[in-house]
């Protein structure tokens, strides 16, 4: 079992997801199985394949959802700006340009937009760090350093 980190706002989208799916969605496919079957033979009937597969698809979300909801951790900004935690923002400089991440959960991640996994190479990297620490990340290109300028 392992541990989902979130914000308030992603938990709260999530769980409107799960409700709609559980409700609506579930009902939208049985009706679709429901009239598919009225077709007769099962085997050749595609409705009924198509149905069935986005059945799968929805429980399968489902079981994933309710895995995440039960097992979150709703992330807070941190108290502690002396060290780089879940839920921080780094400001850092790397080739003398200065970027900004957030630590978030692996569910939240949007590295375009700023928004990195504490999972990640880089993520791993900060965790922990302080004002003034480098923080080492090897990457594909090679390796790259990050020196931490502030933490919120």
């Known amino acids: 079992m392992s541990k989902y980190y979130l914000t308030k706002v992603r938990l709260d989208e ?3 997801e ?13 009706e679709r199985l429901k009239r598919a079957k ?3 033979d099962l085997s050749e009937n595609s409705e009924y394949s198509e149905a ?3 059945q799968v698809q929805v429980e399968a979300r489902i079981f994933e959802l309710e895995e995440i909801v039960k097992n979150a951790s ?3 900004k941190s108290s502690d700006k002396g060290e780089v935690s879940i839920g921080s923002t780094v400001h850092a400089e790397r080739d003398g340009k200065e970027v900004n991440y957030q630590i978030v ?3 939240e991640a949007k590295p375009e937009e700023g928004r990195i996994s ?3 190479p880089l993520g791993k990297a900060f ?11 090897t990457a594909p290109g090679g390796e790259t350093t990050y020196k931490i300028m502030g933490i919120e």
């Open 14 to 16: 999530l769980t409107e």
């Open 18 to 30: 799960l409700n709609e799916l559980k409700t609506k969605k579930r009902l939208e496919v049985s």
């Open 38 to 40: 009225e077709f007769g």
């Open 52 to 54: 069935k597969e986005e």
């Open 74 to 76: 709703i992330i807070k």
């Open 105 to 107: 959960g692996s569910n």
């Open 118 to 120: 504490n999972e990640s």
């Open 127 to 137: 965790l922990g760090k302080k004002v003034g620490d480098i923080a080492e990340v």
